[in-house]
């Protein structure tokens, strides 16, 4: 099945750009990741999902149910983080989960425990006394404790230091493998390409690509080289794409055979090289930062 599906969903503010004929499907138990600048149409997306606004136009499906005619159903089986979180300040982090297991229908269990010992969450302080690290554990083991087939998260690690975003996907990584799909919008790149099997990408309120990730290799690699006389020319003889120069440094990128590539840069007096693969901070970069590819 389905968890998400949209098509043409297009959500207009006046004159101002919302989304405009997003076509997206993610299926169930996959790990996604939502990928734009700020202004792209990200949290407009993530908010037709949740029924928080209503489209313009097009449809948002969660599990085969309509977003907006059926949103209290969808609701009882996601759960959302937003990337600033908001609770009642004189609320304890316990009573937060609580409150979140009461809404559905549910008791205090095991698994509220574990994630208040996963996420290292002081059940007196209360939400006012917090950081923003420790609001975001509390929201984190809130939207988990109650067990959902679909999680949203939005900028899901900020706040948290390094050792609970290791955590974090730890657990999330455990709920995947029996069955929860995650949604993650994020500006982290790092993260989503080591978490996510796919990713869309969004710019200008316009979907502009669905990839899939762990495939660095297939997607290239890039070259640095610094070599006075190299001669931009010898690029068509391994079809590179030259990226920048600047002065005597060379970087392409090359989706051909390595070895062409080396024995091209054997001709020449190569100062320095170095070489990594084509990741998604540069494929994020070459749609956001150079050319229209839109």
């Not at 996420?119 to 007196?124: H, L, R, S, T, V």
């Not at 969004?202 to 890039?222: D, F, H, S």
Request: glycine share 8%; net charge negative.
């Amino acid at each position: 099945m389905r968890a998400i599906v949209t098509q043409n969903l297009t959500k207009t503010y006046g004159r101002h750009r919302g989304i405009s004929n997003v076509d997206l499907e993610v299926q169930e138990g996959e790990r996604f990741g939502f990928i734009g600048p700020n202004g792209a149409g990200k949290s407009t997306t993530i908010k037709l999902l949740l029924g928080f606004l209503f489209p313009t136009s097009g449809s948002c499906r969660i599990f085969a149910k309509d977003c907006v005619k059926s949103s209290e159903i969808i609701k009882r089986v996601t759960s959302y983080v937003p990337s600033e979180v908001r609770f009642y300040r004189n609320l304890t982090g316990y009573q937060m989960i609580k409150t979140a297991l009461k809404f559905h229908h549910m008791r205090w269990d095991a698994v509220a425990d574990q994630l208040m010992e996963q996420f290292e969450i002081d059940p007196d302080k209360k939400m006012g006394e917090l950081s923003l690290g420790n609001k975001k554990k509390v929201a984190i083991a809130a939207a988990l404790v109650t067990c959902p087939a679909l999680l949203i998260l939005d900028e899901p690690t900020s706040g948290l230091d390094p050792l609970m975003q290791k955590t974090l996907f730890e657990v999330l990584k455990k709920r995947n493998e029996t069955g929860l799909t995650v949604f993650m919008s994020s500006h982290n790149l790092a993260e989503v390409e080591h978490f996510c099997q796919k990713a869309a990408f969004i710019k200008e309120g316009r979907l502009i690509e669905v990839t899939e990730l762990g495939r660095a290799r297939e997607n290239g690699k890039i070259f640095s080289v610094v070599a006075p006389e190299f001669d931009l020319a010898a690029l068509g003889e391994f079809d590179g794409e030259l990226l920048s120069q600047d002065n005597d440094t060379i970087c392409f990128l090359s989706h051909g055979d390595i070895n062409a590539v080396l024995k091209t840069l054997s001709r020449y007096n190569i100062q320095d090289l170095s070489v990594r693969d084509f990741d998604l901070e540069d494929k994020f970069l070459s749609y956001y930062e150079g050319g229209d590819k839109s």
